[in-house]
């Protein structure tokens, strides 16, 4: 069993829908969240760095973590084509170096 | 605020090449974090540089290797150049601290003929 699960996808929504992408894990020490989006031949972008467990707003994007099912999703509202990228989740304990991550869902919006 | 930048952004090597990939990171940043990206598949973690010496390693072999400078940009060594290191090389950079979050460059992609 992978350490971080998501679902790869692909995803394909219209414009405007709402987003879940979504991952699970197994490490309970995990104490801080992120998602970064990665468009192609671009490096990952932070979108959301979260602590411990609840929700975090910034514009379109929420970040939910609910450490008692080991388990976080981002909500995208009114998506964009310009959303359109591969989204990946990452997690990490406080002691840790490096991040642990999922291996992205890929998102693409339609006009 | 300058980003994170890397070069070059691909190369193309041999198999028992040697291959140096750099890092500039982000201004105000002393830390360098360098994880590797397969196809298809999330970052790997390879290894951390703070204050110019290693701190943490991933599951990598020592073939794999780096430096930092004291302007905080980082190398990344790798030796004895096999197929399966094809890949996306991404650079992070971030404050010292694990609370602090890590910011990437583009990468290089890095291409084993």
């Known amino acids: 069993q992978k350490e971080v699960e998501q679902d790869p996808g692909p995803l394909s929504v219209p414009e405007g829908a709402i987003v879940s992408l979504n991952c699970t894990y197994s490490?309970?020490?995990?104490?801080?969240f992120m998602w970064y989006r990665q468009y192609s031949r671009k490096g990952p972008e932070l979108l959301m760095y979260?602590?411990?467990?609840g929700n975090k707003e910034d514009g379109r994007f929420t970040a939910q973590v609910d450490k008692s099912s080991k388990y976080i999703s981002l909500f995208i509202r009114d998506s964009q084509p310009s959303d359109s990228a591969t989204y990946l989740c990452a997690m990490k304990r406080a002691a840790d170096y490096d991040m642990r991550f999922g291996a992205g869902t890929r998102l693409t919006v339609k006009p | 605020e300058t980003g994170v930048t890397q070069s070059p952004t691909h190369l193309i090597k041999t198999r028992g090449q040697q291959v140096t990939l750099r890092c500039s990171s982000q201004?105000?940043?002393?830390?360098v974090s360098w994880y590797q990206q397969a196809l298809g598949q999330g970052p790997q973690f390879i290894f951390q540089?703070?204050?110019?010496?290693?701190?943490g390693r991933g599951n990598f072999p020592p073939r794999f290797s780096g430096l930092q400078f004291p302007n905080y940009s980082s190398e990344l060594n790798v030796n004895a150049l096999e197929l399966d290191d094809s890949a996306l090389y991404l650079c992070?950079?971030?404050?010292?601290?694990?609370?602090?979050?890590?910011?990437f460059g583009d990468g290089t992609r890095l291409s084993i003929l």
């Open positions: 979260t602590y411990s467990s």
């Open positions: 992070a950079s971030s404050s010292w601290g694990g609370s602090q979050p890590q910011h």
């Open positions: 540089y703070y204050r110019e010496e290693e701190n």
């Open positions: 201004s105000g940043h002393n830390t």
């Open positions: 490490n309970s020490a995990f104490q801080y």
